[in-house]
Nanobody
């Protein structure tokens, strides 16, 4: 079982930046992909971005590509989501996720973090 622990959420003004981190512990493999989803109040959980085990391959949803960047510190097995030019509509709980199926968009992720609140004020 892989455990995922997020950090870095908080309150920021519109136009500002935040950096989320997700540390993985437990037994992973070369097929283990990590990434991020978010869930706004009253809405479903949506995919944002993912990164491969070695950090060499990334994929992001079109609506965040120009503002959010996903990266990985392989030594620490930690995935980072750098969010710039934040908008009030980015307000949500952000969840880290991991999957052994090489993509977070295949089936349901195997592991979820506890979630971290991001609030963007106008």
């Amino acid at each position: 079982q892989v455990q995922l622990v997020e950090s870095g959420g908080g309150l920021v003004q519109a136009g500002g930046s935040l950096r989320l981190s997700c540390a993985a512990s437990g037994r992973t493999s070369s097929s283990y992909t990590m990434g991020w989803f978010r869930q706004a109040p009253g809405k479903g959980r949506i995919f944002l971005a993912e990164i491969s085990f070695d950090g060499g391959s990334t994929y992001s949803a079109d609506f965040v590509k120009s503002r959010f960047t996903i990266s990985k510190d392989n030594a620490k097995n930690t995935v980072i989501l750098q969010m710039n030019s934040l908008k009030t509509e980015d307000t949500a709980v952000y969840y880290c996720a991991g999957s052994f199926r090489r993509s977070l968009n295949i089936g349901i992720p195997d592991s979820w973090g506890q979630g971290t609140q991001v609030t963007v004020s106008s």
